[in-house]
């Protein structure tokens, strides 16, 4: 499918590419009708061209005369465009499309598929003489999977008011290169971390199998929202400004890269660049020709120009390509059709649904725009001020609006709770807070979210961690909907989260800070405002008083220990919990007044919701932790990359002896970099997390749960890193304080060693979420529950 070069040279437009985009918050303001069929109709008259006024007498220009003139235009644009690359190498512009996205440190590890990308991070490579950069951070980790993770701790807790949304980026070669990153990819795209992942790929002229050849498009594309593989080094500019984009909008996520080493070595020579714009920017999109087209689009002024519209055929996204200055950029555009299109420009409707939850097939919907003049708007602020017993969920799509949701949450005084990833969007030093909620969560939100009357989920998606079993999960709400005076709300940035998991009775398309600024708005603005959770809020404290999480404590103990000469010794000591410990931890930060300054990572286990129960969260993008994917031995990578972004914090891996088994290689990246970080392994000798299920569903069949531990202190010294070592609740406090606060500027090993507790309470799995195992007894549980 070729398009004839002649046909694109001919005239080019003299007037400049008038660029502009309109945010899709105005687009979406100018809706009005509530029909639910209106987003047809509106689809369906966009289309039509609105020809401005002719100037002249002249006849209108026929369509397809209008849309080649626009391909000309914006195909000279392009070229232009990729002007500022010519004569570079592909790996070259690769980097050079890293600095323009604003990234700064680099994790990876070498191979010889990736030596062409790896040179252009060398300080002596040319590039870099006088260049008016600073170069990009190249960190050496000890394998791919810690350069994947570290990437991820890095963008989950990059500040987020920086020119660049956030964004983590890892590098490495083909084949096992890329097989030691399918966790970390895997683990990003389950909680929503944006994350580029670049690969060396065997030369497109090898022989089939060739040397460290993997799949890795047909490996990492479950795992990615978008993998592809370049054609050729032409494509790279545009390649690389979609891979950033897709990585950092909609719900971020991972996006991975396959460069093989031919094409990192290909010039970008003038001829490369028509070659490219000639036959591979075809007018519609075609899998097998490229990842860009060009697709007709209409600005919101009428015009009709093309778009380039990158990404596969069926998850294609456009781009208005704008000029300023001589300086182009791809301004996203929203193309107005398809749910990955409404994935990325949320369309800020709202749908109401009657009879949600019901299971009535007979469902009457009606839609709107947030707005607070639009009428399915009000009707949806109207359900939450009568509400009596509200409860606001709060996740990780709240992680940039913690003031309006605070804001929101006391103007209506509604009790807020938390998810894993939302921890620290609601200051939970606050009366309302409720803390966190789900299969470890505290018993006040999880009875409170069963009782509630509204439940309000803002930038959550209803994961099976929260919801306990589904059939019984929100029966207050359920019956308040049956009489007509409650129900759900559901705020999501993505349309396909609508009615995934439950079905709300409102669903808001957008934002969370965009639906919390428009009720706080309605709410100011609102005469009669009273505040009808009085009784509920009572209920809250009643409940906190009654269920408190409990720390385990021991009794003294007697018990041999060998001293410095290697004689025995018999001593006493008391042993802790890991509940106990992490009490510790946040008492002494909050007396410090640090825990606003603080961040903490995790490994997966008993020590990680341990953590996540009895840290005092105060900012959102504070606990970082593999929620969803569950993945041990992140603790380590996360709290690297988190002070790689982060280096005024204090950055602490809450680590578990089991999780921080599987990754402790990258011990060496901190000592070699010399990166400040403080990491604390709560050792009970077990994965207790595990031990338990075993207990409670396999009686007690303890199999592959112990751990046989090295000696973590000379492990810290056989990398050069200082450690401290506490068995004890004599001495916790004093090592506690010497682990914070003593060296601020050097890395520091805290082994604990710990008593086996379990963390609760818990929902055993499949049960409702107000059923939960409260205290370690023997507890009659139902076996044939499958553990999942
Ligand atoms: C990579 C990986 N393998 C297995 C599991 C299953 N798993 C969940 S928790 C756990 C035990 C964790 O042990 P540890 O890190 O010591 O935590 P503890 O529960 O003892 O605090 C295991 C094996 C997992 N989550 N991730
Ligand atoms: C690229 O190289 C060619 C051939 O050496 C040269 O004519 C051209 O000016 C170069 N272009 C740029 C932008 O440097
Ligand atoms: C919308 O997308 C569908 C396929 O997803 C396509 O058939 C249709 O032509 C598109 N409509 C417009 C207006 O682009
Ligand atoms: C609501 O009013 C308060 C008090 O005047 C103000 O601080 C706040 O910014 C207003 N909120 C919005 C969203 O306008
Ligand atoms: C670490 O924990 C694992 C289980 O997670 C255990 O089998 C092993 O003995 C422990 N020690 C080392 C050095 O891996
Ligand atoms: C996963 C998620 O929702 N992350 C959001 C955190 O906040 C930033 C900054 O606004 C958003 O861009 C992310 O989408
Ligand atoms: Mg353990």
């Known amino acids: 499918m070729k398009i004839p070069r002649a046909a694109l040279i001919a005239v080019l437009s003299a007037t400049s590419a008038a660029a502009f985009t309109t945010p899709s918050h105005q687009l979406a303001s100018r809706r009005t009708s509530l029909a639910s069929t209106f987003q047809d109709v509106e689809r369906n008259n966009k289309v039509e061209i609105v020809e401005p006024e002719p100037q002249t007498a002249a006849p209108p220009t026929p369509r397809p005369v209008l849309e080649a003139k626009a391909s000309r235009k914006t195909r000279a644009a392009i070229s232009d465009m990729f002007k500022q690359y010519e004569n570079q190498s592909g790996a070259a512009i690769v980097y050079s499309k890293l600095l323009e996205h604003g990234v700064e440190?680099?994790?990876?590890?070498?191979?010889?598929?990736?030596?062409?990308?790896?040179?252009?991070?060398?300080l002596d490579n040319p590039r870099h003489h006088e260049a008016g950069y600073k170069p990009i951070k190249w960190i050496t980790n000890s394998n791919e999977a810690s350069a994947g993770h570290i990437a991820e701790g890095y963008a989950k807790s990059m500040p987020i008011n920086g020119p660049h949304k956030p964004c983590g980026v890892a590098v490495a070669t083909s084949g096992p290169g890329v097989t030691n990153l399918i966790t970390p990819l895997q683990d990003a795209i389950c909680d929503g971390v944006p994350m580029v992942v670049l690969c060396g790929q065997a030369a497109t002229t090898a022989p089939e199998d060739a040397f460290q050849f993997a799949p890795a498009v047909g490996l990492t594309s479950p795992c990615t929202k978008w993998s592809y593989q370049i054609k050729s080094a032409a494509e790279i500019p545009f390649v690389m400004d979609y891979a950033f984009y897709i990585a950092r909008n909609g719900r971020p996520g991972p996006v991975f890269v396959d460069l093989p080493k031919d094409l990192q070595n290909q010039i970008l020579d003038r001829d490369l660049i028509e070659a490219y714009i000639d036959n591979s920017l075809p007018e519609a999109p075609s899998d097998a020709i490229g990842m860009a087209s060009l697709k007709t689009e209409t600005r919101p002024n009428g015009e009709l120009f093309k778009a380039v519209r990158l990404g596969y055929e069926s998850n294609g996204l456009s781009f208005d390509v704008t000029e300023k200055d001589g300086a182009y950029k791809m301004e996203p555009f929203s193309s107005k059709n398809g749910s990955f299109n409404d994935d990325h420009h949320p369309t800020n409707r709202v749908y109401w649904t009657s009879n949600a939850l019901s299971g009535e097939p007979e469902k009457v919907t009606k839609e709107g725009d947030l707005s607070l003049k639009d009428q399915v708007s009000k009707d949806m602020i109207n359900f939450i001020k009568r509400a009596k017993k509200p409860v606001i969920i709060a996740g990780q799509g709240c992680n940039d609006s913690a003031e309006e949701l605070m804001e929101f949450a006391e103007?209506?005084?509604?009790?807020?709770?938390?998810?894993?990833?939302?921890?620290?969007?609601?200051?939970?030093?606050?009366?309302?807070?409720?803390?966190?909620?789900?299969?470890?969560?505290?018993?006040?939100?999880?009875?409170?979210?069963?009782?509630?009357?509204?439940?309000?989920?803002?930038?959550?998606?209803?994961?099976?961690r929260i919801t306990g079993r589904m059939p019984d999960f929100v029966p207050g709400a359920r019956k308040a909907a049956e009489l007509g005076v409650g129900g759900i709300i559901h705020v999501d940035v993505r349309i396909t989260e609508r009615a995934k998991q439950i079905e709300p009775h409102f669903f808001v398309h957008s934002t969370g800070k965009n639906f919390l600024t428009t009720m706080n708005k309605a709410l100011n603005?609102?005469?009669?405002?009273?505040?009808?959770?009085?009784?509920?809020?009572?209920?809250?404290?009643?409940?906190?008083?009654?269920?408190?999480?409990?720390?385990?404590?021991?009794?003294?103990?007697?018990?041999?220990?060998?001293?410095?000469?290697?004689n025995e010794l018999t001593a006493t000591r008391t042993m802790m919990s890991a509940q106990r410990v992490v009490q510790e931890l946040d008492k002494q930060l909050l007396a410090a007044g640090k825990m606003d300054d603080a961040i903490f990572t995790t490994g997966v286990g008993i020590h990680?919701?341990?953590?996540?129960?009895?840290?005092?969260?105060?900012?959102p993008r504070q606990m970082l932790s593999s929620g969803s994917l569950g993945t041990m031995g992140v603790a380590l990578g996360y709290c690297i990359g988190a002070k790689l972004a982060?280096?005024?914090?204090?950055?602490?891996?809450?680590?578990?002896d089991g999780s921080f088994n599987m990754t402790f290689t990258e011990l060496k990246t901190v000592a070699e970099q010399k990166?400040?970080?403080?990491?604390?392994?709560?050792?009970?000798?077990?994965?207790?997390?595990?031990?338990?299920w075993q207990r409670l569903f396999h009686d007690g069949r303890y199999l592959a749960v112990r751990n046989e531990n090295p000696d973590y202190v000379t492990l810290a010294k056989a990398f050069g890193i200082k450690s401290v070592y506490c068995d004890n609740e004599d001495d916790i406090e004093e090592k506690m304080k010497e682990?914070?606060?003593?060296?601020?500027?050097?890395?520091?090993?805290?082994?604990?060693?710990?008593?086996?507790?379990?963390?609760?309470?818990?929902?055993?799995?499949?049960?409702?979420?107000?059923?939960?195992?409260?205290?370690?007894?023997?507890?009659?549980?139902?076996?044939?529950?499958?553990?999942?």
């Open 739 to 788: 682990f914070l606060f003593a060296d601020p500027d050097e890395p520091v090993l805290f082994h604990v060693r710990i008593n086996r507790t379990p963390c609760l309470p818990l929902v055993a799995p499949g049960q409702p979420l107000d059923d939960m195992i409260l205290t370690d007894i023997d507890v009659d549980v139902d076996q044939s529950a499958a553990p999942s």
């Open 646 to 656: 982060n280096c005024g914090k204090i950055t602490i891996a809450v680590d578990g």
């Open 675 to 692: 990166i400040p970080i403080k990491i604390m392994i709560l050792d009970n000798e077990g994965q207790m997390m595990v031990e338990y």
């Open 525 to 566: 603005e609102s005469e009669d405002l009273q505040i009808q959770t009085t009784d509920w809020v009572a209920k809250q404290k009643k409940l906190e008083a009654e269920y408190p999480i409990t720390i385990p404590k021991f009794k003294p103990e007697t018990y041999t220990k060998i001293d410095e000469n290697g």
């Open 608 to 619: 990680q919701m341990v953590a996540a129960q009895l840290i005092t969260w105060t900012q």
């Open 105 to 122: 440190v680099v994790n990876g590890y070498s191979g010889g598929a990736v030596l062409p990308l790896l040179d252009q991070f060398h």
């Open 411 to 464: 103007k209506l005084q509604i009790p807020v709770t938390t998810t894993l990833h939302g921890m620290g969007c609601f200051d939970e030093r606050h009366p309302l807070a409720l803390n966190m909620l789900g299969m470890h969560g505290h018993p006040t939100p999880n009875f409170m979210v069963q009782e509630a009357d509204l439940i309000i989920c803002i930038g959550s998606r209803f994961d099976d």
